[in-house]
């Protein structure tokens, strides 16, 4: 150990002992994305109005949420004996229930009680019994702080093993090729979704001929419904900077580059705050904790595009270029970032290296999958028509039966319709496979899908195949980055198509026409346009009796398609339908209280309407040939999205309420 | 070398080469619509789809992306090659208008007919201007994209459903349809990786991408600087020539050469119905290859067909009327033989011009030397030319530098003296840049304001005006070996210390070592006396660097195209001739009684511009021109010539390259080629001269001027006419200290600017206006403040005599005490306030008076 660490531990210590055990009683708030947009901030903002107006003798603390998203906001008070529960959700109206519970009046907060995260609390069981993580079954490694610690406090990271493993190798001036080498034998590989060796990845930098050279950080996670990387960005930063740290000591690299999408604000706050504490503190830049070595780490925000996730467009993203994937070669391991050798890992990748460098190969490898072919344990965020919505960190090979399970099954009770692993790229499989597929790899490509980097979306049966491709070769087409004709025409093309035949405009041709695009696709540059076509040739071969339902009958049992449902007005007695009326963006629905009605050659069926007034107004077959106005009208160049497809689209869904699932209903308590 | 194999066919290819390049060398036809020869792959149209023998993941692969490695094995012509490749491009043709590329009546279809197809007349291969000479379309015919079934025809296709964005028409030089544009980019690379501009650059992403000028403005509010790269590039109408966009479609083309400056870009015309309709680069001149400049491509035009001279004119009363064109020649005649008769020949004086070709040059030193007899033969800027020769001659030795530009661009170290290369010579600047971005040289410029070579250099010195041969002298001082021949130091007032300082480094990093030096030295041809300094400053760097090889490592751009060449001729005063300013006071005070002025345009070019009128109304004039030039009107008769374009003949550029020029263009009425006008003169005053053509003065020049071939033997770009060996050794020159500025006003910098050309300035017309991209004076801020004057203002420069009103930009790239006019602004009105050359100190002061506040 280094004269610099020990110093560091001591005070570390101490600040964690006061946080473990505090004077008096402390509520900590969970403030992360996901929180904030369950209104964390406004919980935040009463908690502290409502302990000064008592003056009551209570501190507040911030952590991370601890996984369980569908009961946002979350808190947790820690008592000075050490006993601390989590409760959820807490409300702005609950806090005064919270700071009751933790100045003394026992049981005030009792309904919101989730578990205890330490100590006993009568009639509270511990976290680790509650349904949603029991298909945990290696406990928490990545996660270990997630929800215990401040995610913004250094000393608490030290105080919990942070750095140590850092230090021991710099003091031991351990050989930068058996860190390398430690990472082969525990066999990490890439978990953005590639599974590629990192140790293979690292000796290719390590190699090469230039001196000048860098890491990056891949922090640019697109994929809609993957949220594992913001939850380390965002609860434990140091995690992230260590590995990265040990990555630049095992491959010679003095450089590295947090590449944060700028929808993470908080991520790149709480990293940069993260890159600011540890540089004071000796753990980073020069002399780094006296051992000679030296590295610098610092943020860049992404600008938006999804391609920037592929490694080469954030590397032209890095440099200030317009953020395209490169043609490869040159791999950045030979050309990357200002055409020096880099090194592009994923967050998790980074995040699992300090802890294999102290707990060694060994003891990595005890989680795997049954088979074997899948080491560690990976973190998984779980979203869509599911009642509970959350992430967990399981090893692989969990069947996804189980994690329907925990998860507390679909919204409603309804059933399954579809998987979603990994983001549009990766394609989707109907829910008939749900007993064949587990969280690793080979079920998945099995059947022509990819299980990605994490995001799972359980898709319920009020979703369309074909809604869904209208939806996601949009989503295709405006990512692509320009270069490749086959992406950003071949896209628009199936976009085109699926619009069409969701406009009830299907054709026999369609299905050799998406082929033929999808052949096309094969040809492009990037993973984007390669992969553009799996989840069309998925709803192809798949989805094949609902996609020719639309096509042939122009029938749409999920009632979502525009061209084949209309909506009608099912009960005069909703008081909701005035206001039904007033959303209405095309002035469709007419008449007065009473004597509602709907006029189908106005009406662009956006929906806005049944999400009012859902008693009021339901949506119903439409006979063939309705006329749709002015809807899923290709989106012209340039133009952005009309506000009348706004409630429909992707973007609305996975963006706006992260986890809080595809159109089912409100997040509800346990 | 690598072995490889092209649909079975073994080739020999350097490994590690594109493979399209070298598909294409093999006369195989390949689609690749964003592919440019030379640069790096983009791969962005994925339509040069091959078969390469174990490709993975499957064996079609990209043949731009594909480098020749040893026992390659590819097929272009496989099935699935042309189905892969037909299914691309009809991604491509389904965002572009294309019923017609794929339709089998289009070769029988007539633009007014109706099409069988119902296609929409603004969609109609038909009806676009790059109709037949369209890559996109050659391509789709490669592929037989009309035996492919059309998935996406009849299709609700974004394309045609959304309103085509407008087309931006609003500047001379280049329409920007973005409608037709299939986002190869290839535009946009070649403006950054050829010209190192970056106006064009990709905006947006998906179906919504783009080609965007600047921030996405009209082209004129880009950076843009006309070249016309993009032009050449591009696969589709989408960057046009807006001259003659319309009828572009050539019928044959010419070989010839620019002469806008000394560059010499060898060009080809198109020519349609017997005139030039479009210019591409001809790469036949090595240094500049496939570039030319805004004024190579579009300046042809510059000058409307009706506004040149098709019929000779003489003087009727007051007026100058049409006269059938041997009557003009025998009224020439009479008039220049009645002074011979009564003066004798050396009342007449003989002005040629640098746009004339050799021959004519040549026959025009004839015609004063045996002919007319006199001495007093000279050009408007023959002293400023003469004055650089002499600096070269006492320096070096030799009357002709060996240098050869192609020198500069394998420099390691350049050296730039100019006004603004960029502006004057802008393929030049090119070629510079090139060094820089390509092989990391480092460039030092040394320039009054600030240029478009100023970012690409490690250190720029920004001397005053009349103090730049004292900053390159400053270098030279650096470096020498022996300080005591340079003269008194003089010190570079303007130049800041620390800009002293790095040049200083980098020349003296260049004095170390033996790579590559150049120096390259644009006079401004304002003032001879100035010039000469610099030219010996020039020479003196070339010397302390590079000793013995001085001469290889001075480059001399003169500013206009053929000075060397006329020089060489004989254009030039004879034994007690009297040179060009002193012509001028001859002809003022009665001593030269007629001119015969061939080409040239002393009211255009010659700084004092009273003391040249007075002197033109004073004399007879006999013009020889193309156009009605400020000159011509005050002319006894005119002679109508053809244009440039329209002659035969050679001219030698800056590095002694003797280029070609063939005519693109026929006589529309009684204009003649000038080598005919001046054999006709000749002999009606009773020359004797028996030349045919063009070919047979070649011919006999080869005989009489050294280094000079005749026609067969001229290899356009290739030929050089490099004269004999040093014959001294090389020797450090002195310079003195400049004249001091009187008064108290600002100085006035003059330089041509990059889009006015001397034909196009020779006329006041709209067209050829159109074709100047705005011309103001420049002024720094701080001044501009001083003399309440604000951008856009319009103001009066004086000398108290003359008054020039032009309106102002505000750029601190000028000096503060210094404000910049381009010398063509308003047909060289600006001449007006310099004194005639010589005469008067170098530089002159103005005053500044904004109008609204007279």
Known sequence: MSDAYDALRERADAAWAAWQHPERPRIDIAIETSSLAGGAGDTLRALEAEIGRRGAAVDVGRVHGYGLQWLQPLADITWPDGTRVLYGPVTAEDVGLLVDEATGLVGAAANLAVGTLSGRRTGIPPIADHPFLAAETMGRRLLARIGHTDPESLDHYIATGGYFALDRMLSRHQDPASVRQLMIDANLTGRGGAWFPAGMKWNFLAGAAVEERYLICNADEGDPGGWVNRVLLEGDPHLIVEGMLTAAFATGARHGFFYIRNEYPLAVQRVRQAIADATAAGLLGDNILGSGFSCTLEVIRGAGAYVCGEETGLISSVQDGRGMPRVKPPFPAAAGVFMKPSNVNNVETYANVPLILRNGAEWFRQAANPAGTDIGTKIFSFSGDIARVGFMEVPFGVPLAKIIEVCGGMVGGGKLKAIQAGGPLAGYLPGSLLGELSLERAPFSKHSALMGGGGIVFIGEGSCSVDLNVMFSEFLEEESCGRCTTCHHGNQRMHEVFSRVAAGGGRNEDRHNLELVGSSLAYSNCVHGQASPTIMRNTLRLFEREYEAHVAEHRCDALRCAGMTRFRVADQSDPNLPAARDICPTGAIKGEPGAFEVDDSLCIRCGACTDLAPRGLVREAAPLGTAVPEQRVPKPPGVPAAAGRVPLSFQTTVIARPEGGMGGPPPFRR | ?854
């Open chain 2, 1 to 854: 070398m690598a072995k490889i194999t092209i649909n079975g066919t073994e080739v020999e290819a350097e490994a590690g080469r594109r493979l399209v390049e070298v598909i294409k060398e093999q006369g195989i036809r390949i689609t690749n619509l964003c592919y440019i020869d030379g640069l790096e792959p983009y791969a962005g149209c994925r339509t040069c789809l091959v078969d390469i023998e174990g490709g993975r993941p499957t064996s079609i692969q990209l043949s731009c992306t594909a480098q020749v490695a040893e026992g390659m094995v590819v097929r272009t012509d496989t099935p699935e090659v042309k189905r892969a490749r037909q299914g691309v491009m009809s991604l491509i043709m389904a965002n572009h208008p294309d019923r017609c590329l794929t339709c089998h009546r289009r070769v029988h279809c007539q633009p007014g007919e109706i099409c069988l197809r119902d296609d929409v007349v603004t969609h109609r291969c038909l009806t676009c201007s790059k109709n037949y000479r369209c890559e996109l379309q050659t391509s789709t015919e490669m592929i037989d994209m009309g035996e492919y079934e059309e998935p996406w025809v009849g299709e609700v296709r974004s394309y045609y459903e959304t309103p085509p964005p407008e087309p931006d028409r609003a500047n001379p030089y280049l329409e920007f349809d973005p409608q037709m544009c299939i986002i190869c980019t290839r535009c946009v690379r070649a403006c950054a990786d050829i010209r190192h501009t970056g106006a064009i650059t990709l905006s947006g992403k998906g179906s919504s991408t783009a080609i965007a000028f600047g921030t996405g403005g009209p082209v004129h509010e880009s950076n843009c600087d006309f070249c016309g790269a993009c032009i050449d590039v591009c696969p589709t109408a989408t960057l046009m020539e807006k001259p003659n966009k319309w009828v572009g479609l050539a019928e044959e083309w010419t070989n010839s050469t620019c002469n806008s400056c000394s560059v010499g870009c060898t060009i080809s015309y198109g020519v349609a119905n017997d005139r030039p309709v479009i210019v591409r680069p001809d790469r036949l001149n090595q240094f500049s290859r496939d570039q030319i400049c805004v004024r190579g491509r579009f300046h042809y035009d510059a000058v409307a067909e009706n506004q040149r001279l098709s019929r000779s004119l003489a003087r009727r009363g007051e007026r100058l009327l049409p006269v059938p064109a041997d009557e003009a020649l025998a009224e020439a005649a009479r008039l220049l033989d009645g002074v011979r008769r009564e003066h004798g020949g050396g009342a007449i004086a003989v002005l040629g011009s640098p746009l004339a070709t050799n021959e004519e040059a040549y026959l025009l030193a004839r015609i004063a030397r045996d002919v007319l007899q006199t001495p007093h033969i000279d050009f408007s800027h023959g002293s400023i030319h003469r004055a650089v020769q002499g600096a070269i001659h006492d320096a070096l030795g030799v009357d002709r530098l060996p240098s050869d530009l192609t020198s500069v661009e394998t420099a390691e170290t350049i050296v730039v003296l100019a006004s603004d290369l960029e502006e004057s010579h802008n393929v030049a600047a090119l070629r510079i840049k090139d060094a820089v971005v390509k092989r990391g040289a480092r460039l030092v410029v040394v320039s009054p304001r600030w240029g478009e070579l100023v970012p690409f250099a490690a250190a720029w010195l920004q001397p005053s005006p009349g103090f730049e041969a004292a900053a390159v002298q400053a270098l030279v001082r650096a470096i020498a070996s022996d300080a005591s021949q340079l003269g008194e130091p003089v010190v570079p007032r303007g130049v800041t210390a620390s800009s002293l300082e790095s040049a200083v480094e980098v020349v003296r990093a260049a004095a170390a070592s033996d790579k590559g030096f150049a120096v390259v030295y644009a006079p401004n041809p304002v003032d001879a006396a100035a010039a000469g300094d610099q030219a010996r400053a020039c020479a003196n760097l070339a010397i302390a660097a590079r000793g013995q090889a001085a001469a290889s490592s001075l480059h001399y751009l003169p500013t206009d195209a053929n000075v060397l060449g006329i020089s060489d001729m004989g254009v030039g005063p004879a034994a007690n001739g009297m040179a060009f300013s002193q012509i001028i006071e001859a002809a003022r005070d009665g001593r030269i009684k007629a001119l015969l002025i061939h080409d040239d345009n002393p009211l255009l070019n010659g700084a004092g511009s009273d003391d040249i009128r007075a002197a033109l109304e004073a004399a007879q004039l006999v013009v020889i021109d193309s156009v009605r030039s400020t000159t011509a009107e005050l002319a006894e008769v005119v002679l109508a010539e053809l244009p440039f374009f329209a002659k035969d003949g050679t001219i030698t550029n800056a590095d002694r390259r003797i280029n070609r020029q063939r005519p693109a263009g026929v006589p529309r009425r009684e204009e003649r080629d000038g080598v005919a006008l001046l054999t006709a003169l000749a002999n009606e005053l009773g020359g004797n001269f028996a030349y045919a053509d063009a070919a047979a003065v070649t011919a006999e020049a080869a005989s009489k001027v050294a280094g000079y071939l005749p026609y067969e033997q001229v290899r356009s770009g290739r030929s050089r006419a490099v004269g004999a060996e040093a014959t001294t050794q090389p020797r450090l020159q002195a310079i003195g200290a400049p004249a001091a500025p009187e008064g108290d006003g600002l100085r006035l910098v003059v330089a041509r600017s990059l889009y006015t050309t001397w034909e196009g300035a020779s006329m006041r017309s709209e067209e050829a206006d159109k074709m100047h991209r705005e011309e103001v004076a420049t002024l720094n801020p701080r001044d501009a403040e001083a003399a309440g004057v604000r951008s856009g203002d319009a103001v009066v420069l004086t000398d108290g005599t003359h008054e020039v009103s032009v309106s102002v930009r505000l750029d601190d790239g000028v000096a503060p005490g210094t404000v910049y006019v381009p010398h063509y602004y308003d047909g060289g009105a600006v001449m007006s306030l310099l004194p005639l050359e010589g005469t008067a100190a170098a530089s002159v002061t103005v005053a500044v008076r904004a109008l609204q506040l007279a």
